[in-house]
Structure formats: structure tokens, C-alpha cells
């Protein structure tokens, strides 16, 4: 079901006996003037003398208006159901337009979810969480577009105020991360394992081909600390610590 609140709509006063001849129009408001139920003109600020029975009147505000568009069930790529609330500013740019339009937040409330649904309907949840930064911009792009120009209305900003995943697929997907992480790290071990195994392939592959090689190492490995050296007769050693003092 929609819910959906109307911060600011328009006013639609008639003229009749009890109403007062004149009206004051402030720079904060357009006011749209109606004569014998045809849209004349926008009446510029200050005082205004209008003909009871006959005048009609529409105001608008000026200023940035916002729409709270709440709790839409929508799927997301992957068929996975989230609930999100939108909170939408606009203002109104041309008030001749959207007097002809007729019930405009209506209309703004239903072209705003429509671009939201089309937005989440292009990431998988898992994306969705993790690129929950980006979407802002996306629905605010796509909703510009759905609203057009049409209405005499332009979109200034949208911004997702919450993004509600229900618990057993908030479970789901932090079990899926979880498995993720671990495979990960697993692999990061093996390739460690296979790094370290291919520098001892290749360090006793340099010392077979290269025998003084294993002489300098032992020498450097003496400067270093107390080991016993054993020579044979082919003077190439062997390494073993040095006897502990008991």
C-alpha cells in the first residue's frame, strides 16, 4: 500500500459574497488566477482587487517543497525483497502548467517510485548493500528523467532515507560474506605456501649450480652468530647450532 505525505500542496480559494474583494500576493507564493473557470495568468506580488462568484484562485509555494514516499516493498535484481523510504524535494517552475495539471504530488509520488523499483531492480542485494552509497545519485538521475518536464515541475534532489532488508536475508548474506572472506584468506595461504616453496626450489637449484654459493652463505651465517662448521674433503660444509651449556 502507498503512504506517502503531502508536505505542501496547492490552495484552490473561490470568490463568493463572504470573501474579501481583495487579496495580497507575497513574493513566496505564485498565484495562479482563474475567471470564468479559464487559467488567465500568475498574478505578480502585492494587491490584487478580484470579482466574487466570478474569480477563482490557485496557490502555490515557491519555495522547495519535499515529498516523504515511505516503506516501498521493492525486489532487487536477484528477486530479494527490500523496503525503502524516499524522501524527494521539488519545486515548481511553471504554475500556469501545473494548475492545468491538476493533482501534481500524485503524480510526482507515483513517477519517483516507479524510477526507484526500476533502480533497485538493477543490483543484486549483496551489491545493493555494499554500493548503498551510489544509489542516491542513481534514483535521483533516474527520477529527473521520469518526472520530465511535463508537469511545469522539476526534481531537486532525492535521497534514500532507509534501506530495510529483512532478518533471515540479512542472515543469508552475511553468511555468504563470511564464506567468501574465509575462501579468501585460504587462498591467500596457498599462494604464500607455493611463493615460499618456489624461492627453496630456487635457491637449491642456484646452489647446485653454483657450489661456492653455499660457502659464502655459511660464512655470512657465522658473522651472524655461534655455529659449528664441519668441512669435508669436497670443502663444502654443512651448518649445525652451536651445543647449548647445560
Known sequence: MMNHRKTHTYT?????????????VDELEAVVLIRRGAIERVLPTGVHRLRPRIDRILRFPRQ???????????????????????AATYRIDDALLVARVGPFVETIHLRVQLALRNVLAEYELE????????????????AIEAVGTDLGISITGVA????????????????VVAARLAGQATLERARGETAALRSMAN??????????LLQIRMLQAAEQGNHTFVFGSDLRGSVAPAPTNQ
Do not use: C
Not at 203 to 212: F, G, L, T, V
Open 12 to 24: 484552490n480559494t473561490r470568490l463568493t459574497h463572504s470573501t474579501p474583494r481583495r487579496i495580497v
Open 203 to 212: 635457491a637449491a637449484r642456484m646452489a647446485q649450480d653454483n657450489p661456492a
Open 64 to 86: 522547495e517543497q519535499i515529498l516523504l514516499i515511505r516503506g516501498q516493498e521493492t525486489l532487487t535484481g536477484d528477486g530479494a525483497t527490500v523496503r525503502a523510504t524516499v
Open 127 to 142: 551489491q545493493l548493500l555494499a554500493e548503498r552509497a551510489e544509489l542516491d545519485t542513481r534514483v535521483a538521475e533516474k
Open 160 to 175: 534514500i532515507r532507509d534501506l530495510i532488508v529483512p532478518g533471515p536475508l540479512r542472515a543469508a548474506v552475511a553468511e
